[in-house]
């Protein structure tokens, strides 16, 4: 069965620290692994996409690892912001790109 | 681009209405979108996908007489909620995928949906 788990569920930190987001799945066929940020009552929206031969790839502040072996991905935040509350969700597309196969999300607290 | 916007963004009604939310492909012409139902504190759940011109394809579990989806242009699909009731109460969020990117979803802001 295609899954996606994330890890932790919640998370609080303080402003400036950072942090990572763990997402484990069993999908097949791997297309590729996006994450996305979900601010609270709002669509998501994308942050990095990867593709099996690659292992990393930043955006900003954000910094996706991907093993594709093990099957695990990581998402990590770097000096974090009061912005960066909200929920982070890890999606792996499969079925040649037709399918989407979501993780419940992580949502990350960032407080003063 | 790629911008993806839906209407209305919150909805109040009684049970035993319908309701009716578009979705919208701003700035490019979307072949097929997606509507996906999200519970609080729970991810998106695929409810059906449909391609322009034809019937949507629904997922199991999902009422298609309930929640009627009609993809008319390359920019507009609704999703109309009949007889709504209090447990169709929910975050519904569509998505589009454009012709020349055809893996990549973008998401609209989602439409609050509060049954009565």
């Known amino acids: 069965k295609n899954q996606v788990e994330q890890s932790p569920q919640s998370l609080i930190i303080l402003e400036g620290k950072n942090c990572t987001l763990q997402c484990n799945y069993t999908v097949s066929p791997f297309s590729n692994l996006r994450w996305y940020k979900q601010d609270t009552g709002r669509g998501p929206v994308s942050l990095t996409i990867?593709?099996?031969?690659?292992n990393t790839k930043s955006n900003g502040r954000y910094t996706a690892t991907l093993d594709a072996d093990t099957k695990q991905s990581s998402l990590h935040i770097t000096a974090s912001q009061l912005s960066d509350s909200a929920s982070y969700i890890c999606?792996?597309?499969?079925?040649?790109?037709?399918?989407?196969?979501f993780g419940a999300g992580t949502i990350l607290r960032v407080k003063s | 681009g790629a911008v993806v916007s839906q209407h209305p963004s919150r909805v109040i009604c009684k049970s035993g209405t319908s309701v009716k939310i578009e979705c919208r492909s701003l700035d490019f012409q979307a072949t097929t979108m997606f509507w996906y139902r999200q519970f609080p504190k729970q991810s998106l759940m695929l409810m059906a996908t449909?391609?322009?011109?034809?019937?949507?394809?629904?997922e199991q579990g999902v009422e298609k007489d309930k929640f009627l989806i009609n993809h008319a242009s390359l920019t507009l699909s609704t999703l109309t909620v009949t007889s709504a009731h209090p447990e169709d109460s929910s975050f519904y969020i569509c998505?589009?995928?454009?012709?020349?990117?055809?893996?990549?979803?973008?998401f609209g802001p989602g439409t609050r949906l509060l049954v009565l």
């Open positions: 998505s589009a995928r454009t012709r020349w990117y055809q893996e990549t979803q973008y």
């Open positions: 999606v792996v597309s499969t079925q040649y790109g037709n399918k989407l196969v």
């Open positions: 990867m593709t099996f031969s690659e």
């Open positions: 449909s391609n322009e011109g034809s019937k949507a394809t629904y």
